[in-house]
């Protein structure tokens, strides 16, 4: 391979942090999310890796469960938005795939099935994100109808998803887990229903909300849970270390100016390095001036803007640099939480962002 750019997974990093939501859960089966090619990470590498330490897995869709069983995992596979065809819902049965119903229609259409053998079913309840999900009053119903289907199987898990559990000061947590509760209670069912609340956050921040699953998905890839620091940070260790190679060296006088539209321009005689990432890659365009790359020991600062193939980083204060150097855009030394909040968004995007021409190379 010609370029040098590479996003090298560590293994390994993920399993420890899955230990480390077993440590924090420990009375809890926690579900590995690893939805959206495991974070970015690559869903098959990840997935064969886990298999024997995770307890089951979960992806947001129905073809993401293909490609693991195409891949010969045979763990349970949780599917988050479920499936819209009954194609989809005899597959399902034929690949033992759990599905969840979030919608009316999507109960129809289990209901509807025919099929013949035990479907695996959890229901999502709305209790504030407002996204997805059932409203409580429609619960006790799907809850009788679905005990009633002779295809479904009998041990129905209630769910739900918390949209400010990142927040450790918002009380929105408390009032999901108490309505969630309200609305079991009132279900009437001789069945033990189980359920299933706490993303990452909520599974680390709030212990509360443990369950009998929880399912933790960004805390498996290594990066900080929170608003603001906490405990955790120093359990979570990265999993991803995206690098690329000084293609090119210049010396830029003062007040001259590097990249398109001159975004950043020099206020003293400037070393400046021209490294192999861009947008196409993954690496974010919003990335402000100053955003750290590391190179040879030392945070040095991006300037001007980011292009489709290339990024520029001042490297006036080190001393040894020479093309074919690596640069490190986040990894180890600088964490990917920080470049997102230098590029406005958060670290989940950058991860699932890395474009499929940066090769995974797995350590
Ligand atoms: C993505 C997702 C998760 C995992 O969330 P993290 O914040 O990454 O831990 C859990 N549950 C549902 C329904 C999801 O969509």
């Known amino acids: 391979m010609s370029r040098n750019t590479r996003a090298i997974i560590h293994l390994e990093n993920i399993k420890s942090n899955y230990l480390f939501a077993n440590r924090c859960a420990p009375s809890s089966k926690n579900i590995a999310v690893i939805k959206a090619d495991a974070y970015g990470h690559g869903i098959v590498e990840v997935a064969k890796y886990l298999q024997n ?132 209670k009132q279900v009437s069912t001789p069945k033990t229903l189980r359920s299933s609340l706490s993303n990452s956050s909520a599974l680390v921040g709030f212990p509360e909300t443990h369950s009998h699953f929880n399912r933790p998905g960004i805390m498996l890839y290594g990066v900080p849970l929170f608003d603001r620091a906490h405990a955790s940070d120093a359990e979570l260790r990265p999993t991803m270390t995206l690098k690329a190679p000084i293609i090119g060296l210049r010396t830029i006088q003062p007040a001259e100016s590097v990249g398109y539209n001159g975004k950043w321009t020099s206020n003293r005689e400037s070393n400046i390095a021209t490294v192999s990432v861009g947008y196409a890659d993954g690496y974010p365009r919003q990335a402000a001036n100053g955003t750290p790359v590391f190179i040879n020991g030392k945070r040095c600062p991006l300037v001007g803007r980011v292009s489709m193939d290339l990024i520029s980083v001042d490297v006036t204060d080190l001393a040894l640099v020479e093309i074919g150097d690596t640069a490190e855009l986040w990894g180890n030394n600088i964490p990917v939480k920080e470049v997102a909040t230098l590029s406005n968004t958060i670290a989940y995007e950058l991860l699932t962002g890395v474009s499929k021409r940066v090769p995974r190379i797995y350590s």
């Open 53 to 184: 330490t995770a307890y089951s897995f979960a992806v947001a869709i129905f073809d993401e469960a293909l490609e693991l069983r195409a891949a010969g995992i045979t763990k349970d596979i949780l599917v988050l938005q479920g499936v819209q065809t009954h194609e989809e819902v005899a597959s399902s049965l034929r690949h033992d795939l759990t599905l969840t119903l979030h919608s009316k229609k999507q109960i129809e259409l289990i209901l509807a099935s025919q099929v013949a053998g035990s479907l695996k079913i959890w229901l999502k309840l709305d209790t504030g994100m407002h996204r997805l999900g059932l409203v409580g009053s429609e619960l006790g119903d799907a809850v009788k109808r679905l005990e009633n289907c002779p295809w479904v199987d009998d041990e129905l898990v209630i769910s739900t998803h918390f949209s400010n559990a990142d927040v450790l000061d918002d009380d929105c947590t408390n009032r999901q887990l108490q309505l969630f509760n309200q609305q079991i």
